[in-house]
């Protein structure tokens, strides 16, 4: 499994980025994928996540309202839609896939990571 994160960038405060990950394999829908950041001098903390279907999803409550994670399983692609974007969400962004029976908050209950995807917001 390959996992390919993209669209990240510099942008103003208030302003929207859209990242994708594009996973390889025919597996992709029958695992839920999730979304993590690591800010420079920080541990990785968990930004979103959704359900193998699409049907569920989680957010950090610090995203809550101004971020939207969705997949689409015909394309193998996860995206998470950023507004009102914020200095503090400054990090790179890590897309994931969630094994099995394990927690969606946890950088521990992913087994397979995609390589980053940085994305820089300006005051």
């Known amino acids: 499994v390959q996992l390919q994160a993209s669209g990240g960038g510099l942008v103003q405060a208030g302003g929207s980025l859209k990242l994708s990950c594009a996973a390889s394999?025919?597996?992709?829908?029958?695992?839920?994928m999730g979304w993590f950041r690591q800010a420079p001098g920080k541990e990785r903390e968990f930004v979103a996540a959704?359900?193998?279907?699409?049907?569920?999803?989680y957010y950090a409550d610090s995203v809550k309202g101004r971020f939207t994670i969705s997949r689409d399983n015909a394309k193998n692609t996860v995206y998470l839609q950023m507004n009102s974007l914020k200095p503090e969400d400054t990090a790179v962004y890590y897309c994931a896939r969630k094994y099995p029976g394990s927690t969606y908050y946890s950088a521990s209950g992913y087994d397979y990571w995609g390589q980053g995807t940085l994305v820089t917001v300006s005051s």
């Open positions: 394999g025919r597996s992709f829908s029958s695992y839920a």
């Open positions: 959704i359900s193998w279907s699409g049907g569920n999803t």
